[in-house]
């Protein structure tokens, strides 16, 4: 949480502007990474020769900020990305602290803190003034107002009509996830050319209010077959569509398959593949216990379930069944 009083400005996180220090702080992490993401395609369109660089402050090296501060050869614009100040070692508290006193020319440091006390007194210097800084407040969006709000915005800011009663029938559906909630979005906005409503998304999305496919898809990813079929049941017989919940099965595995055997931090694999850190993050655990034969074979098996539900079998709710099967087992069931 920003502190009570601040002599910078705090600002929300789709107001994120270019400043030495930027400060991206709050639970929510989804808003952040956006934020950043943000960020780093403004300054990319200012100047194409942006150098970004990633430290995670909890595993810092003394001297490392001061390192990527240093001008290059050719002078290039610098972006210095700082994940995990929350858990941040001393040597990271000292040295920003003095970095603030003369921050490098053409550089912007933005540190990611997620919330507690450690770092306390570098957000206090920050919050003073310190850096000539801005800080990004990214709270979690709690209400369902702040939740209708958001999708507004996802739709107003490429143009396109979303009508009041088909964003209160998106949130609903979404109301647990705000990572989902947008990706939704991002769904109905590529597959839909029509002004969005409820019966478009209810088309898309029936049955998610009480049950949601990527619920669905988790608990089997997770090896909990018995529960993956009891939301499956519950959703089908609610009105849900067995398209999307192959669609919700196919983005998880379609991720898992981006990160498995990956190494680096987050935020670098991120960038690399062209997904958010928290969606490689969220990957890397799912992929946990999978080997490559078994995430193989549960590829295929949504393939085939695929083509089952979209007309080449007769009976879709069994091939649902059958794909849940084969991932709660992460392979062996095929």
Not at 84 to 97: L, R, S, W
Not at 211 to 232: M, S, Y
Request: net charge negative; charged share 25%.
């Amino acid at each position: 949480m920003p502190a009570a009083k601040t002599a910078i400005p705090v600002l929300e996180w789709h107001q994120v502007r270019p400043a030495p220090v930027v400060l991206v702080s709050g639970t929510e992490g989804f808003l952040a990474d956006r934020a950043i993401r943000s960020l780093r395609d403004l300054l990319k369109t200012e100047d194409p020769s942006l150098e970004v660089s990633e430290i995670e402050a909890d595993q810092y090296s003394p001297g490392e900020l001061m390192t990527l501060a240093s001008p290059s050869l050719f002078a290039e614009p610098r972006m210095i990305r700082v994940t995990g100040v929350e858990k941040c070692t001393d040597a990271f508290i000292e040295e920003t602290i003095a970095y603030l006193s003369q921050p490098a020319d053409d550089t912007y440091l933005v540190l990611r803190h997620a919330g507690g006390v450690r770092g306390k007194k570098l957000l206090d210097a920050i919050r003073g003034g310190a850096g000539g800084g801005v800080e990004i407040a990214c709270l979690e969006l709690k209400k369902d107002t702040e939740k209708q709000d958001f999708v507004a915005a996802e739709f107003s800011s490429v143009g396109r009509r979303i009508t009041g009663s088909g964003i209160r029938a998106l949130v609903s559906a979404f109301s647990d996830d705000l990572a989902e909630l947008a990706a939704a979005c991002q769904q109905l906005l590529s597959d839909s050319s029509d002004e969005i409503t409820e019966v478009t998304v209810e088309r898309y999305y029936s049955g998610r209010v009480e049950t949601n496919a990527f619920k669905v898809a988790d608990a089997a990813i997770a090896g909990r077959r018995g529960e993956a079929l009891v939301l499956l049941r519950h959703a089908l017989s609610t009105g849900a569509d067995p398209v999307p919940i192959i669609a919700a099965f196919a983005m998880k595995l379609r991720t898992m398959a981006k990160v498995a055997g990956s190494t680096g931090s987050g935020g670098q694999l991120a960038s690399k593949l062209g997904m958010a850190p928290w969606q490689v993050d969220r990957a890397r655990k799912d992929v946990q216990g999978w080997s490559d034969a078994g995430l193989g074979a549960a590829i295929e098996a949504l393939a085939d379930a695929d083509e089952q539900v979209k007309g080449a079998g007769r009976d879709p709710v069994y091939a649902l069944e059958r794909l849940v099967g084969v991932i709660a087992t992460r392979g062996e069931g095929r």
